[in-house]
């Protein structure tokens, strides 16, 4: 009968670490994304001034290919622009968590004890 009414107190921590797990994990992707987002804006602004036929390289798939700054300028900006799309959703799926997390704690009465 039990098993039929509130879950008991292993299955609440379960759950619970199991959302602090999620939590944290799209909070490291959102911190990584950030990084390459401020690679990318530093790449862009220091190769904007630069003349468009200047040479430069660029690392594809561990491979140095020698291109020019009319060819990688616009695919960095594309890219600049996915992260931002990515980092975006991410950050409204952490806050989506967060909020059904608390709901749960709220739920079930559930307090998490810092360490």
Do not use: W
Not at 62 to 77: D, F, I, M, Q, S
Not at 83 to 97: M, R
């Amino acid at each position: 009968m039990s098993s039929t009414k509130a879950p008991n107190e292993q299955e609440l921590r379960i759950a619970a670490n199991q959302y602090s797990s999620e939590l944290k994990a799209i909070a490291s992707k959102i911190g990584e994304l950030e990084l390459q987002l401020d690679e990318h804006s530093l790449v862009v602004k220091t190769m904007s001034p630069m003349s468009d036929d200047r040479k430069c390289f660029r690392l594809i798939n561990g491979v140095l290919v020698e291109r020019t700054v009319k060819e990688v300028l616009p695919a960095l900006k594309t890219n600049q622009e996915g992260i931002k799309t990515t980092i975006e959703q991410l950050t409204a799926q952490y806050k989506a968590k967060d909020k059904e997390f608390a709901d749960f704690q709220k739920k079930n009465h559930i307090r998490i004890a810092s360490a």
